[in-house]
């Protein structure tokens, strides 16, 4: 059975025992070896939008639904991360700074399709977009060891590549945008 309340006290206590992202991983990729108990324990997921299930100065869980075919473009978090998909399907591109370029700009470099079930640890200085390519949500949870809304941070325009300073409204604003889609469906 999975309860928000027990997955969080688990996560944290993974979390004190190694601040690294290695034993939250493991709680997370337990969770989700069982993913309906995760929708159960979640509520299936109705609109895009990013949930948060625990926040504090060195800690954030949260459960991200992705609208049908939704991207987030590039950006970073400054803090390691750990996604474990309970439903659907999230593919992710990295990203790496093209180096010395006056204008930040980054290349890709490798790819990731996660599946339900799936979990994986991204480093602390990876730049990643995620595109949920299904026709219907996607739902995963997002762990970050530190405060995910707090930290200075950077996102890359989809379209020029060009750094530029993260704008937590903005990427509100696409969930938002998904849902407006998927009202007119
Ligand atoms: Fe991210």
Known sequence: MFEVDQFVADCRA???D???HKAVREVAARAVSDPGQVLQGLGEPQRAGVHTLYHAPDFTILNV???PHMTLMPHNHEMWAVISVYTG???NIFWRRIKDHPDGLIEAAGAK???VKDTEPLGRNIIHSVTNPIPRLTGAIHIYGGDFFEV???E???ES???EAYNVEKIMGLFEKSNRILEMS
């Open 156 to 158: 890359w325009d989809p």
């Open 14 to 16: 993974a979390y004190a």
């Open 113 to 115: 399709a996660l599946s």
């Open 152 to 154: 200075d941070r950077s």
């Open 89 to 91: 399907r999230e593919d």
């Open 161 to 163: 590549l060009q750094e």
């Open 18 to 20: 190694d601040s690294s």
């Open 65 to 67: 639904v992705w609208g």
